[in-house]
């Protein structure tokens, strides 16, 4: 109830990370749980990622764009099934414009929220580049009640343009550390259903991870059990 009469704000969490509670509505979280939901079905299917190392993840991925295993991008799945991914739809390359907006904005409220946002809403140093944000992959990361995520970074790009990170269904802990390990000092950001999550300039390399998802959290209007995060990238890479 206190939730509701008083919604949390956009927050800086370090320098370049962004947190924007409750951006996705309801209605647009439905239709990005259906759109998953055909991605999933293929031509690249769902499926848990197996490391160099023999370990398999316990998220289950799909990808748009470009397929991504570890640790390249190529167009066809070579380590699934050898078709060739999904084409990158429009519609995201605007959702991801319009995350960016709300991140790094330049209403009076983008002032200040991180580290180096000047006045007028200007984006902290290397934020944003000279061209306009057009992200060509997305990572979507399904988990069911006993997946985590390790700390990692997120290093395969050739573009350092931010990482937007959808959230809906199940609330998880988003553990955002820092560029030089793995470990403290980090800080432990509740990410629920609709949330969106920005990061980009200083800490577009920081590692992050995902160590507990609080199962039957998500809201029943979703249809959805479970928890999906959607990150869209610019790779940096061409055909």
């Known amino acids: 109830m206190t939730a ?3 919604p949390k704000e956009r927050a800086g969490v370090a320098p370049g990370a962004v947190h924007v509670p409750g951006w996705l509505t309801v209605g647009r979280q439905r239709e990005l749980v259906d759109a998953c939901r055909d991605w999933a079905r293929g031509p690249v299917p769902i499926r848990r990622t197996r490391l160099p190392r023999g370990g398999v993840m316990s998220v289950q991925t799909v990808c748009v764009g470009w397929h991504w295993q570890p640790y390249r991008y190529t167009r066809t799945a070579d380590d699934v099934n050898g078709a060739h ?8 390359v605007r959702l991801g ?7 790094y ?8 929220v991180v580290g180096g946002v000047a006045a007028g809403g200007a984006a902290p140093a290397g934020v944003m580049e000279s061209e306009p944000y057009t992200p060509d992959t997305a990572l979507i990361n399904f988990y069911d009640g006993d997946a985590k995520m390790g700390m990692h970074q997120d290093k395969d790009e050739r573009s350092g343009a931010p990482v937007v ?5 199940d609330t998880c ?6 560029t030089e390990t793995r470990g403290r ?7 629920a259903s609709g949330d969106l999550f920005v990061f980009g300039g200083a800490s577009r390399f920081a590692y992050h991870g995902v160590p507990k998802v609080y199962p039957g959290t998500a809201d ?14 610019e790779t940096g890479l061409q055909d």
């Open 105 to 112: 904005g330049d209403d009076e409220a983008a002032d200040g």
């Open 85 to 92: 991914v999904t084409e990158f739809p429009d519609w995201l």
């Open 185 to 191: 000092p980090y800080t432990d950001v509740e990410l």
């Open 4 to 6: 509701g009469l008083f």
């Open 173 to 178: 802990v988003f553990r955002f550390g820092n």
């Open 220 to 233: 029943p209007a979703l249809g959805l059990k479970g928890r999906l995060n959607i990150t869209l990238r």
């Open 97 to 103: 414009r319009e995350a960016l907006d709300a991140a």
């Open 165 to 169: 990170s959808l959230s809906i269904g």
